[in-house]
């Protein structure tokens, strides 16, 4: 199994970016997906996550209304239109895979993902 994220950049301030996240070696629909970040000297902390059909997502409160989800099963890929972006956004943004859907809790927990991708950078200028 394989997840490559690509798409990360610099971006100011109110500026938007999607960042992509391409999955391999699994059944792409069967999988939820979770989108984490990591700051510097900060814990990884789920983002965003979206079920295997697409039908639920979670939103992180710190980008509730900014972020969205989606994906493409056909063409296993899953994607992370992110809008409005603030400096505290600036983070390596890992995508992950796990087999099932599930509670608040056991969606934000990393361990319960099984395979991650090794991560984007996205900055975001003041």
């Known amino acids: 199994v394989q997840l490559q994220a690509s798409g990360g950049g610099l971006v100011r301030a109110g500026g938007s970016l999607r960042i992509s996240c391409a999955a391999s070696?699994?059944?792409?629909?069967?999988?939820?997906m979770g989108w984490f970040r990591q700051a510097p000297g900060k814990e990884r902390e789920l983002v965003a996550a979206i079920s295997g059909s697409g039908g639920s997502t979670y939103y992180a409160d710190s980008v509730k209304g900014r972020f969205s989800a989606s994906r493409r099963n056909a063409e296993n890929t899953v994607f992370l239109q992110m809008n409005s972006l603030k400096p505290e956004d600036t983070a390596v943004y890992f995508c992950?895979?796990?087999?099932?859907?599930?509670?608040?809790?056991?969606?934000?927990?990393?361990?319960?993902?099984?395979?991650w991708g090794q991560g984007t950078q996205v900055t975001v200028s003041s």
């Open positions: 070696g699994l059944t792409f629909s069967g999988y939820s």
């Open positions: 992950a895979a796990r087999t099932t859907w599930g509670t608040f809790g056991s969606i934000a927990t990393t361990s319960n993902y099984g395979y």
